[in-house]
């Protein structure tokens, strides 16, 4: 196969799945590992992907570029089934929580559909529709009203309303990226202010994040890094990132993922 073709090949991979791996592409064209590297570098330059440690990703969107969920919901899958299996487990029986819009908060909502007791807020329709199929007769999922999004969030004044009268035991936040100077942050403002209303109900913030996540920059930033107690992602994670999220996170969780 021609480098052309083989990018190609690679170019399409990445638009389908929204990311891929330098040992998976080495083992499926059967060339090396630094074959790999340097097409992704040519598509790179070119400005189509996004290199990351140990592979790549859709080219990095606009400040304001807000995917449906539907789109989302195809990235990254293994990453995320890893975070959320890995935040299932800070959930006890009869605790209130609140897990905020995402593709990844949807994935933990399927992990805790057996967990007694449990009192869920929400302003994901997924969330709240993969709780109310699967979900135990004992739990008690409160869906905010509000403005749909893309991503199929519910946001706006009466999402914060609702929000701001609650005290919440934990709150699991999804985000559009992080970084050092950006903290955590999305590309649409109302979701920003419905998230911080989240943040501030609850005794703590636990965020998801996949490592593709890191150096992404919404348009508005709802919290600092230091802000969160702990940050759930995945060994994809550069390691100057690593470094930077630990210093200012009480808990780094990474999640092993089998290629």
């Known amino acids: ?19 891929v791996r330098v040992t998976e592409l080495a083992g499926e064209f059967g060339v090396s590992d630094m074959t790999i590297r340097r097409d ?31 789109a989302k919901s195809v990235r990254q899958r293994t990453e995320k089934a890893a975070i959320a299996a890995e935040a299932a487990r800070l959930v006890t029986p009869g605790m209130a929580i609140a897990l905020s819009a995402g593709t990844t908060t949807a994935e933990l909502a399927r992990r805790l559909a057996g967990v007694p007791a ?4 929400t302003n994901s329709i997924p969330v709240a529709e993969v709780l109310h199929r699967s979900g135990r007769p004992d739990q008690t999922v409160v869906l905010t009203g509000g403005i749909r999004t893309p991503s199929d969030a519910l946001v706006g ?6 929000i701001r009268s609650l005290h919440l035991d934990l709150v699991f936040l999804g985000v559009h990226g992080m ?10 403002l109302l979701e920003a202010e419905t998230n911080r209303a989240l943040l501030a109900a609850a005794d703590r913030l636990v ?7 890191w150096a992404t920059v919404g348009i508005s930033s709802f919290a600092e890094l230091a802000e969160a107690h702990t940050v759930v992602s995945d060994t994809g994670l550069p390691d100057p990132a690593r470094e930077t999220v630990r210093a200012h996170v009480s808990e780094l969780l990474l999640c092993e993922v089998t290629p």
Request: aromatic share 2%; proline share 5%.
């Open 157 to 162: 004044p009466v999402a914060v309303a609702t």
């Open 207 to 213: 965020v998801l994040a996949d490592s593709t996540k």
């Open 1 to 19: 196969m021609l480098a052309q073709q083989r990018q190609e090949a690679i170019l399409d991979r990445v638009r389908t799945a929204g990311g």
């Open 179 to 188: 970084s050092e100077r950006a903290g955590f942050s999305t590309p649409n």
């Open 118 to 121: 449990l009192t869920v807020v």
């Open 40 to 70: 992704l570098e040519a598509l790179a330059e070119r400005g189509l992907l996004a290199k990351v440690h140990g592979g790549a990703t859709t080219a990095r969107p606009g400040s304001t570029d807000e995917p449906g969920f539907a």
